[in-house]
């Protein structure tokens, strides 16, 4: 199979949304799942475009043959080799799309994402969304020298936008880049969509539902025995499900991604939570996401820095 293109990110900018959109438009196909982990975890990586292939489309190929092939999915970022792995498995003709947004918004909005995770139940125990616990958690980052040992899985490090995309460009040429702003997608998602279609060579012209929401932040674990019911989801879902199990066809494939993500929602409920940052901390991450925003604007001839006030 040709695969076209990939959404490399970046975490809460609307890449749930966008998937969401994508799988209206008949001229695109996109995995089983939403999130394949195949370029996220190297023991998947290792196992081959074909099992890629065959995994989340199946084994009728043939039907893709006319398609526009690709895969929306921020948590390729979580793997440090990411763009380099992308073209290794699909080629230098690949087309790479991220949505980009104000890395200080970006990152409260992750903070309050991640408060869900089963990966952090220990500290959701500790009541994470407490007062002013945003700004602790930003303040012992900033103040931990060996930061930099929490690489791409840190909360921080995953905004970095102008590193991920000068490393883009050691491999993909600036045309098969598209950088599409949050901010904007927000406003006029049709706008923005259609924009990636044209860059895409999809029909711009077919009716598409654009004002969906998925994946909506700001939820906090019902009980603790919830959250352990999707810490057990997660479980199956990561190491037994999608590495072990083969493709079962694409309505089933389709209500079981459903269920990942239902029961992470069963198990939370949506509140405000009441986070925020006080002026410090977010004169803190300006200064911290300052010289990567200068590194993005001089390496896509950009004005992010301005728009965003960094």
């Known amino acids: 199979m040709k695969h076209d293109f990939v959404c490399v990110g970046f975490p809460k900018c609307a890449t749930t949304t966008l998937d969401a959109i994508l799988r209206q438009h008949p001229d695109i196909a996109l995995p089983c799942h939403k999130e394949t982990l195949f370029f996220e975890r190297d023991d998947l990586y290792h196992k081959g475009v074909a099992w890629y292939d065959a995994r989340y489309y199946g084994k009728k190929q043939k039907n893709y043959e006319h398609k526009i092939i690709g895969e929306v999915n921020p948590r390729n970022l979580v793997n440090g080799n990411c763009e380099k792995n992308i073209i290794k498995a699909f080629g230098d003709s690949i087309k790479l799309i991220y949505i980009v947004r104000n890395p200080v918004q970006a990152v409260l909005s992750m903070y309050k994402h991640s408060l869900i995770d089963a990966d952090i139940y220990e500290d959701v125990q500790k009541n994470m969304w407490t007062e002013g616990c945003f700004d602790s958690y930003v303040k012992d980052y900033l103040n931990n020298s060996e930061r930099g040992a929490y690489h791409q899985r840190n ?17 993909v040429p600036r045309p098969n880049i598209l950088i599409i702003l949050f901010e904007d997608f927000i406003v006029d998602p049709e706008k923005q969509t259609k924009k990636l279609l044209e860059f895409l060579g999809a029909d711009t012209e077919v009716p598409l539902n654009y004002h969906v929401t998925e994946n909506v932040g700001n939820r906090v674990p019902r009980s603790s025995r919830a959250l352990k019911a999707a810490k057990s989801k997660f479980t199956f879902w990561h190491h037994f499900y999608v ?15 459903r269920w990942y993500w239902t029961i992470t929602d069963k198990a939370s409920i949506h509140t405000d939570m009441g986070i925020t940052m006080n002026q410090e901390t977010r004169e803190k991450l300006k200064e911290f996401y300052r010289p990567d925003v200068e590194l993005l604007d001089a390496t896509l001839h950009t004005d992010y820095g301005k728009k965003w006030d960094i």
Not at 156 to 171: E, I, M, P, V
Not at 243 to 257: A, L, S, V
């Open 243 to 257: 590495p072990k199990m083969p493709y079962m066809g694409n309505t089933i494939e389709r209500i079981m991604d």
């Open 155 to 171: 909360i921080l490090a995953q905004f970095l936008y102008g590193r991920y995309l000068a490393t883009a460009l050691k491999y």
